[in-house]
């Protein structure tokens, strides 16, 4: 058995996205895994063009890895172009000088 975290890319989502920005995306589910197991799971969307790929804040914690797949083949359309935008749109911290 490996004992090893599982880090990374962990599912590919069927689908391409077109963001407001006018490219096209890929998106997949990467995770982090802690010592404890659980795993924390956020975005990616891969530009078709291979140019960028844009990354979302985390989006679940779940239990381990299959329970991250299970979340991810449940997400929806909507799920992931509203996760889209939010990697599309730059941020800012308050109070930064």
């Known amino acids: 058995m490996n004992d090893m975290p599982v ?12 963001g407001a920005d006018g490219g096209v995306y890929i998106p997949q589910v990467s995770i982090e ?7 924390c799971a956020w975005l990616e969307f891969a530009a078709e063009t291979g140019e960028a790929l844009l990354l979302t804040s985390m989006e679940s914690t779940q ?3 299959a329970a991250v797949v299970a979340w991810a083949r449940g997400l929806n359309t909507s ?9 599309l749109t730059p941020f800012s911290i308050s109070g930064a000088s």
């Open 79 to 87: 799920d992931l172009q509203e996760a889209l935008h939010e990697a």
């Open 7 to 18: 880090n990374g890319p962990i599912h590919r989502i069927d689908q391409r996205l077109r």
């Open 33 to 39: 895994q802690q010592s404890d197991g659980a795993c």
């Open 63 to 65: 239990p381990d890895s």
